[in-house]
């Protein structure tokens, strides 16, 4: 992003210097206000991809982590944010209690949430780069191979809401809205899953 902006201002440098008439006073100024608008925004991305990123690599140390990132994710989105009562939440965790302490759902969890970080990551990477990320993506779908017994059962139930939030790109799950970075510019080529 910050590469944008600096080609954005590069741009408007020159154009504004090989131009018949020079910028006026008012379309310097609106243009920037829009530059540093862009900045800020730019800013504030770059504070909740580095949270995100701190989250998503914490929640990777255990299958508990990445419950309680979960969890807290869940409560925060579908919750506090729909300005929802603390006890629907509480009623929610003990419908699914079954779900949520499934060795099974908890690795898919960080499998998940590996996937994030490694997405988080690609985000980053200009297009020509991406294959720097392919050992990691080796490790990752063998983990995922050599896991595969364990949760592969979760992705066969029907008819639960937890299992199809799992079957969905995790830039659009509940994590990433919790951060904000469902956004986030994904490679064109880069897989969902």
Known sequence: MRLHLISVLCLSVFSSTLSAEPLKQIERAELLER???????????QVRFQAAARALTAALSNES??????????EKVLFEDEHRKQMEFREWKKRNSKMLSSPGFRR???HRFQWMVLTLKASRLPKDKLTELSPDVEKA?????????LVAPIYKLRNNKLVDSLKKSPMQGVVARRFGIETTNI??????N
């Open 187 to 192: 490679p064109e080529d880069w897989p969902n």
């Open 35 to 45: 530059l540093q608008h862009i900045s800020e925004k730019d800013d504030r991305l």
């Open 108 to 110: 898919a969890l960080m």
């Open 141 to 149: 779908m063998a983990r995922l191979v050599t896991d595969a017994p």
């Open 65 to 74: 982590a990445a419950l309680s990132l979960y969890e807290s994710s869940v």
